[in-house]
Every structure is written in structure tokens, then in C-alpha cells.
């Protein structure tokens, strides 16, 4: 059964005193609230349930006592366009309205004033016996926007979506939205239509669209923009100038030409003539400085995760940011949506800009990195042809069918369909990955890499990684630290669990195998040799120029044995970290080392590390080159230990020790899946260029832990030693009394 974790609904606030007086008196203004901790977008001065999305705390209105839909049985409750009176649409414009007698104005007044209401408060509705509350630029975006397909339908997912991009709105820490989308996920719609909303309510204010390329901008404003705000009805549409479908620019201005004294005179008096906003809405070619030097208030980003260099989405980022403030108060907001290209392709950009915008990770201005907010919804939410008439997705395949939004059964859930999809493209990597990009289930999804050069068997990685993520409840993995007891070195080691800590393990061993160390002539040996191995890339300096430098990797690998208590070929530890100072790298690989009392093969190119095992009397842990014998060893690898990484040969055993280990152990099997749980590694295995192998760490040390494990593969055959026999036969001289042998 699948699980919502989408949002989670926060309520024990309502029974605090302070809330329930508060909400009495409609005391709660829109924004950010310090000591709740949440964006309030209610507008009527309560708060409700509180909504937690993707980590940004939400809280909507408080539930009204007359909800739209109350009267109708539970299973006729959806949502409905409210019905605009026949005789208005015949009326386009605000001098077509003035003609009409007084009489007949005021019958529409009433009408007219609800929607500016549900237009600026939002709106309640029944659905299927819940209480459903939608933001006033949702409902503009379902009542009043015109789309490539009529009229949009509700979902709940778009509910989420604009729960998240008003509290970006109302938020002044935030620059907008980064939203991580899927295919027809309807972003451009709703980005469209929610800056015709703002634009057209908004006075001397200026309003831009950029896209992968200038034509899609242009496009983008021509297809959807210009429709929409053509659509909307007269009460809501300022005075353009202008052509009716402009090109390039669409300004809201008083248009001085077609001001007649006729016109003025049919309207009544001179101050009858609304005034303009003087706000237009235009867009730009794709390049960093677009938008450079002018100030917006609302920058609609479309696929901002598709722009192929030389175009960097980066560099623009940090230009257009500065158009949305002032010194360090934000004037504007950006509304950016895309799917992924592949990271090669520009893809990467978007990836740094996107994590760079989680909401959890904020500096002391509380600011995310980029400005930005990020939000991720996953396909399953809003695939078409898979959501009921209540707006929620078919996750699950029914017992029964289901109807539709459109009015068509459903049959199969939307989980199954995917899960079929994919199996359908397991044997063409390139496509798969490009179907994951498209429609993701998670974030790792959205930034799938192309494969065309992949050295190993991507449909197995990738495999076991989405299995994985569907198991990360269930506690496969724990991440701490090592330390030794009462901070005496060379003791015993236990393990700390901690969030933030820099080792993740799968398998603790059983305290009878914990800290099994021997020691014979003042040299410490691991006792669980043969249980499993560890294979490390170490790193010398502490730090680099600039302060970057690869991390340092350890992994650790059992091997097949007759213990019961031993998980058979399964990846235990997971490290990859650069510490402040290379010597607490060396004590944290010591330290595993010693818990789990295994041996360590290490590259001796970068020889600290051994020599640091050497010194603290932990020789007998590192492992000599599996592929030489003992007598063929040079001095400083009798000394040390360890293996080169220079030979091409032990280059390509390497590889292929990962390849052997993903083939046998990796992915799906017939009845079950592999036990290989953590995920940067499986990604560095994705990614693994023979060719550069300096920058994949991950790769590096857990090949080396495969190779550690299957040692007797690498060793060479011992040269036959030959003895030639004498079968020569003695001779004899027999002259005389006694026989004398001939030498």
C-alpha cells in the first residue's frame, strides 16, 4: 500500500489558549509567524491546520461554519465552477457594463464582489465530506483560466502547489519557488495564470517570463498568457493597450486613443474612466543577463532545468535575484518550474540550484542558500488519467473501479502502471532514465544522468536504488560515529548513533565479534579475518587550496562464511567524508577497523594512512597486494602493506570486482532483492569513468573491499619447481681381490 508523505497536517496548536483567543478575534495577519513557526496565508485573520510541505510550515484558515457543497450527499461533493450569470458574458468590457441601466448593475454587484472575495481569500468546498480549502490564485486558476484543454480540473496536488507557492508569496525571507516538476504536471498554466492574476491587481509593476529559450518565453506568452488574460471577465480586466493579442508585450494602460467624447460622455462623468495600472507583462531571450538592472515583481522561470549551456541557469539566477529586491528588502517573487535535462546537458545547474533551496537549511538571515524555496512533488500525484473525481490520485490499484475526473473508470493504480512502465524499459537504460527525468518519484529520479558510457549494468543499480528509497522507513541504515571507551585509545571501540554522524552502517556484528583484535609480538591482528574486509582511498593533506580536496572513503564488505550471525557478500559500511584534519580520517578508519575486527587494502600511493596503522601497531590489519607473493613484495609494501592504483592491471581487476559484485548481488533476483543499501555509492557505480577515476571516492574503496574479499582470485600461481633424478647406474672395476667403483 502506498503512503502519503507528501505533507503531513500539524493540529495540536488549535487547543493552545493563546491560538483559540487569537482566532476569536481574527488577530493573525498573513506571513511569516516567529512563534508558530509557519507561513500563515489565511487572509481572514484565523488559522487552521497547519500544513507541512516538504518542510515549509503552512497554516491555512480556520474551517468556516457555511461551506460551499454542505447541502449535497457525500459522494456528489466535488468541486463545481461557480456559474457566471449568462447575460455578463455578453458584456466585454467596463464601458459596455456603464451602458446597461442601474437596475440591472446592481443584480450583478453581489456576484461580482464574491469572486473579488474568493479571488483575494480563497475559497471552501465540500469534497467527498472534508472540508477542502483552495488559495484565491487556485481558484482564479480553475474559474477563470483557460487552458489547451478547456477549463482545469481540481487536484489535490495543485491544492498542495499553492498552498506552498502563497506562502512563498507572503513570506519576506523568501524570492519564490523552485519547483521540481514532471511532465504535463500543468506549470505553465498555473504559472500563466497566476501572473495574469497578479498583474491585473497590481499597479506600476512589471512582470517577466523566461524559458529554455526566448521562443519557448515567447510562446509561453503568446499560447497561454495572452489567452488567459483575453479570457478573463470584464470586472476582472484593467485597461489594456495596445493590440488585443500582443506579441511581445501586454500592457494594462489607459489607452488615450480610444478615449472619445462620445465614449466619455456615454460613460457619464470624467471620473467614471477607471485609470490604469501602467503594469505590462512581456518576455525575454534566454541568456544570464536578461533581466539585468529592472525591477520585477513577479518573474515566471519555466523550464529553468532544461537551459543547455553555454546558457547557465546559475548565472542568471544570481543576476535576476538582485531584480527582486531592494538593498535587503524583497520586492518581487520568482515562480520557477521544471523537469530535469540530463546533469551533462545543464541538468547539474538546476540539480545545485534546487538543493540549494531547501527550506530546512537556512543562514542566519533565514534565507535558503539560493533565496528560493524548493518543492518536489512526485508523478504519482498528478499523472494523468489517474485521479478520482474528488481530485485524489488512484495510487493503488482498486478492488473495484473508480471514476475519473473525467468521467472515464479507473482500473489500474498509478503506482502499478509505473512500476510497468519501467519494467518495460529496464533493458534500454537511456530511455529508462529519461522516463525517470520525466515523470520522477522522487528527487534522484528528477536528476538521472544520460548512461550512453556507463562501465557497469545500470538497470541493476538503478534498481536496487528505488527499492531502497521505497525502504528508508524501515531502517536498513544507521549513521554515527566510533569512539573509543572513555576516550582511551587502543581499548574498546563503540559505536554512537547520531544524525549528523559520518559512518552509516547496515550490520553491527554481535558484541562476541565486536573489538576482536589479537595481538602477537606487539603487533594487533584483526581476529575476524575471513569474516569480511574493508577497502579504503585515503587522502595525505589535510586541505587543499580553496578548501576543497576529495573526501575519504571507506567500505566494508563481508564475505561468505559458516557463521550464522554473519550476513553473507553484503556492503556493511558506508563512509565518505573529509574531517577537519586528515588524522581524524586515519582514527575513524582505525577505529572500524578495529570493532569490527576485519582487515583493511588500502592504496599505498597516498602511504599516511599505513604509515599511521604502522605507528599505533596495527600493521597485522593491512592487507599485503593480493596479486604478489610475499617474496615478490617490494620494501615499502613489506613495511606497509597496501596496493597501488598506477597498474593498469590492478586498474581493470578493480572495475571488474564492482561489475562481478553488481551482477551477482545488486538489484532484483527472482525472489528477491539485493541487500546493498546505500545509495551514494550506488550512485558513484552509475556514474564510474575508468578514465577519471580520482573522482569517484566511493568507487575507489568499495572496489577495493571487493577485491580484499575474493584475495584468492588475485593470487598468482607459484612457478613450478623441477629436481632432475639420477638414474645412472654405478660401474665397477674388477681386477684384483676387491671390486673398485669407477668414479
Known amino acids: 500500500m502506498y503512503k502519503q508523505n507528501l505533507y503531513s497536517i500539524h493540529t495540536s496548536h488549535l487547543k493552545d489558549k493563546k491560538i483559540k483567543n487569537k482566532n476569536r478575534y481574527k488577530k493573525f495577519k498573513p506571513g511569516y509567524n516567529e512563534e508558530l513557526d509557519c507561513v500563515i496565508i489565511s487572509k481572514d485573520g484565523t488559522i487552521g491546520d497547519i500544513y507541512e510541505i516538504q518542510g515549509l510550515k503552512v ?24 456559474e457566471r450569470p449568462q447575460s455578463l458574458n455578453r458584456i466585454k468590457t467596463i464601458y459596455d457594463f456603464k451602458l446597461n441601466k442601474e437596475d440591472l448593475k446592481e443584480k450583478y454587484y453581489k ?73 504535463r504536471s500543468g506549470f505553465s498554466f498555473m504559472a500563466s495564470s497566476e501572473v495574469v492574476n497578479i498583474a491585473t491587481t497590481t499597479k506600476d509593476s512589471r512582470f517577466g517570463i523566461l524559458s529554455k529559450t526566448g521562443g519557448d518565453a515567447k510562446k509561453m506568452f503568446t499560447d497561454k498568457v495572452v489567452p488567459i488574460s483575453t479570457n478573463y471577465p470584464f470586472f476582472f480586466k484593467p485597461i489594456q493597450d495596445g493590440m488585443e493579442r500582443p506579441k511581445t508585450e501586454l500592457s494594462y494602460k489607459v489607452p488615450s486613443r480610444k478615449l472619445t467624447r462620445n465614449t466619455i460622455k456615454v460613460a457619464g462623468i470624467t471620473e467614471d474612466i477607471p485609470s490604469g495600472l501602467d503594469t505590462t507583462i512581456d518576455w525575454k531571450n534566454t541568456g544570464d543577463n536578461s533581466y539585468d538592472g529592472e525591477k520585477l515583481q513577479l518573474l515566471v522561470h519555466d523550464e529553468s532545468g532544461k537551459w543547455e549551456r553555454p546558457d547557465n541557469i546559475l548565472n542568471n539566477w544570481r543576476v535576476t535575484k538582485t531584480c527582486l529586491r531592494l538593498g535587503s528588502k524583497i520586492v518581487g517573487k520568482c515562480m520557477m518550474g521544471s523537469t530535469s535535462n540530463a546533469l551533462d546537458k545543464g541538468g547539474d545547474n538546476f540539480k545545485k540550484l534546487y538543493y540549494d533551496s531547501d527550506v530546512t537549511k537556512r543562514n542566519k538571515n533565514g534565507q535558503t542558500s539560493s533565496g528560493l524555496y524548493a518543492l518536489f512533488l512526485p508523478m504519482e500525484w498528478g499523472y494523468e488519467g489517474f485521479i478520482d473525481k474528488y481530485g485524489y490520485p488512484v495510487f493503488d490499484t482498486p478492488p473495484e473501479p473508480v471514476e475519473g475526473i473525467d468521467g472515464e473508470k479507473i482500473y489500474t493504480g498509478v503506482i502499478e502502471h509505473w512500476e510497468n512502465e519501467v519494467d518495460g524499459l529496464k533493458n534500454d537504460s537511456d530511455s529508462l532514465n529519461e522516463y525517470y527525468r520525466q515523470f520522477p518519484r522522487s528527487e534522484k529520479h528528477a536528476f538521472r544522468d544520460e548512461t550512453l558510457n556507463s562501465l557497469f549494468n545500470l538497470t541493476k543499480i538503478y534498481e536496487q ?27 574498546q571501540v563503540i559505536f554512537n548513533p547520531m544524525k549528523q554522524g559520518r559512518f552509516k552502517l547496515s550490520w553491527i556484528p554481535p558484541n562476541t565479534l565486536q573489538n576482536n583484535v589479537i595481538e602477537k609480538n606487539g603487533i594487533k591482528y584483526p581476529g575476524n579475518d ?19 580536496g576529495s573526501n575519504g572513503a571507506l567500505h566494508g564488505l563481508t564475505t561468505f562464511s559458516m557463521v550464522s550471525d554473519v550476513p553473507a557478500n553484503k ?50 590489519f593491512s592487507m599485503n597486494r593480493p596479486d604478489k607473493l610475499r617474496g615478490n613484495l617490494s620494501k615499502t609494501e613489506l613495511e606497509l602493506g597496501g596496493i597501488p592504483n598506477t597498474s593498469e592491471d590492478i586498474k581493470q581487476a578493480h572495475a571488474a570486482a564492482i561489475e562481478s559484485y553488481i551482477e551477482e548481488y545488486v538489484g532484483k533476483k527472482e525472489n528477491s532483492w539485493g541487500n546493498m543499501y546505500f545509495q551514494r555509492t550506488l550512485e558513484d557505480w552509475a556514474k564510474f569513468d575508468i578514465l577519471k577515476r580520482t573522482a569517484f571516492d566511493a568507487s575507489i574503496s568499495s572496489g577495493l573491499a571487493i577485491m580484499a574479499c575474493r584475495k584468492h582470485m588475485y593470487r598468482p600461481a607459484m612457478e613450478k619447481q623441477t629436481k632432475k633424478l639420477d638414474f645412472s647406474f654405478s660401474k665397477y672395476k674388477n681386477e684384483g681381490l676387491r671390486s673398485e667403483i669407477i668414479k
Open 530 to 548: 575471513g569474516l569480511g574486509a574493508f577497502g579504503c582511498d585515503s587522502y595525505d593533506i589535510s586541505g587543499t587550496v580553496g578548501g576543497g
Open 465 to 491: 536504488i528505488d527499492f531502497n528509497e521505497e525502504m528508508v522507513s524501515k531502517g536498513h541504515i544507521t549513521q554515527g560515529n566510533f569512539s573509543w571507551t572513555k576516550g582511551l585509545k587502543d581499548t
Open 571 to 620: 556492503f556493511f559500511l558506508e563512509y565518505v567524508a573529509r574531517p577537519q584534519t586528515a588524522e581524524i580520517f586515519f582514527e575513524d578508519v582505525l577505529m572500524a577497523c578495529h570493532f569490527y575486527g576485519m582487515p583493511i587494502l588500502a592504496e599505498n600511493n597516498k602511504p599516511r594512512l599505513l604509515y599511521y596503522f604502522k605507528r599505533r601497531g596495527y600493521r597485522g
Open 59 to 82: 497554516a491555512i484558515p480556520q474551517i468556516p461554519k457555511q461551506i460551499n457543497g454542505s447541502n449535497l450527499k457525500k459522494e456528489d461533493q466535488v468541486f463545481i465552477k461557480r
Open 111 to 183: 456576484y461580482i464582489d464574491i469572486e473579488f472575495n474568493y479571488r483575494n481569500d480563497g475559497y471552501w468546498f465540500m469534497c467527498n465530506g472534508v472540508p477542502c480549502y483552495i488559495t484565491g490564485s487556485h481558484y482564479i486558476y480553475l474559474n477563470w483560466t483557460k487552458i489547451d484543454v478547456g477549463s482545469p480540473d481540481f487536484r489535490q496536488a495543485n491544492r498542495i502547489f499553492f498552498y506552498f507557492w502563497e506562502a512563498c508569496k507572503l513570506d519576506y525571507r523568501s524570492y519564490g519557488m523552485c519547483y521540481l516538476k514532471n511532465r
